[in-house]
């Protein structure tokens, strides 16, 4: 399968913990990263492999992975992270296409 | 610092063509798997294509086989999209992105670095 599913929309209150989530199959076969996008930005990478933050990421950023679900937990949240969230996925078909959910919109009240 | 810098957006008309370019700097740009991936306005990121380091391999979303081209010159630490056959849905602001792959029983594919965009818009 080629789709990774994700929630539209997700809110937290601020310093409340919030678990955005990601199904599909390939992710049984690949982990998916994880990309934090604001507005009028470029995406950047906030999570990788089982649970990898690139250099600069906060610790309050953590992914898990179970099946074919992955999560991508903010732990703390703050008000500056608010923003779109997207994982992305190496299709399982064979094909070496690449996959990204549809994004997750995160409110920070 | 790794930086990737888009350019050769801008409007073309429905069936016309554009070539994409990102120069990028601050990593041995021949040792790296390259990408393009869009995103049309107010919608998701949409994957296009993927280039490996010699250009052995090249991949293309459904959407855009048999009308972008991806290729890259190591020489000048360039990748390039040339997009042919425009569409209106074709519109989006287009990222090139470098490949990264991390683990060995289970891996994990990803995006590092992006670069900043550049627009195009298709539209008579």
């Known amino acids: 399968s080629s789709e990774l599913t994700q929630d539209p929309a997700v809110s937290v209150a601020l310093g409340q913990t919030v678990r955005i989530t990601c199904q599909g199959d390939s992710l049984r076969s690949y982990y998916a990263s994880w990309y934090q996008q604001k507005p009028g930005q470029a995406p950047v990478l906030v999570i990788y492999g089982k649970n990898n933050r690139p250099s600069g990421i906060p610790d309050r950023f953590s992914g898990s992975s179970s099946g074919n679900t992955a999560s991508l937990t903010i732990t703390g949240a703050q008000a500056e992270d608010e923003a779109d969230y997207y994982c992305n996925s190496r299709d399982s078909s064979g094909n070496h296409l690449r996959v990204f959910g549809g994004g997750t919109k995160l409110t920070v009240l | 610092e790794v930086q990737l810098v888009e350019s050769g957006g801008g409007l073309v008309k429905p069936g016309g063509s554009l070539r994409l370019s990102c120069a990028a700097s601050?990593?041995?740009?021949?040792?790296?798997?390259m990408n393009w991936v869009r995103q049309a306005p107010g919608k998701g990121l949409e994957w296009v294509s993927s280039i490996s380091s010699s250009s052995s391999y090249i991949y293309y979303a459904d959407s855009v086989k048999g009308r972008f081209t991806i290729s890259r010159d190591n020489a000048k630490n360039s990748l390039y999209l040339q997009m042919n056959s425009l569409r209106a849905e074709d519109t989006a602001v287009y990222y090139c992105?470098?490949?990264?792959?991390?683990?060995?029983?289970?891996?994990?594919?990803?995006?590092?670095?992006w670069g900043q965009g550049t627009l195009v818009t298709v539209s008579s």
């Open positions: 992105a470098r490949d990264r792959v991390f683990g060995v029983v289970i891996k994990a594919y990803y995006f590092d670095y």
């Open positions: 601050g990593f041995t740009f021949s040792s790296y798997s």
